[in-house]
């Protein structure tokens, strides 16, 4: 189980506990976190799941592959070093303490 902090655009922050397994994405929509859409529902098809990762879990998360890269092309505002989707990063133990930020709106 990680503690993860989804802080939507606006500021307002979101602590939840998220099981082993399931990804940051389905975390958010399990917990009812506005500010993540997932429209393909984890497909990694779209970029409606896209966050901002915080500065320092840029070099803790596994590397994006180039489906991901490809859609963040899709997405609103993409970072080159901060963006994901959270349909791509599956929860383990080494995520305990993850802060992620939603961008303005999902596109």
Request: aromatic share 4%; net charge negative; glycine share 8%.
């Amino acid at each position: 189980m990680a503690k993860i902090t989804y802080i939507e655009h606006g500021g307002t922050e979101h602590v939840v506990d998220v099981a082993n397994g399931l990804t940051v994405m389905e975390g958010a929509r399990d917990n009812g976190i506005p500010g993540i859409e997932a429209d393909c529902g984890g497909a990694c098809a779209c970029s409606t799941c896209h966050v901002y990762v915080s500065d320092d879990w840029v070099e803790k998360l596994p590397a994006k592959d180039p489906m991901e890269e490809d859609m963040l092309d899709f997405a609103y505002e993409p970072d080159a070093a901060k963006s994901r989707l959270t349909c791509q990063l599956k929860v383990t133990d080494a995520l305990d303490g993850l802060v992620v930020h939603m961008p303005e709106k999902q596109i």
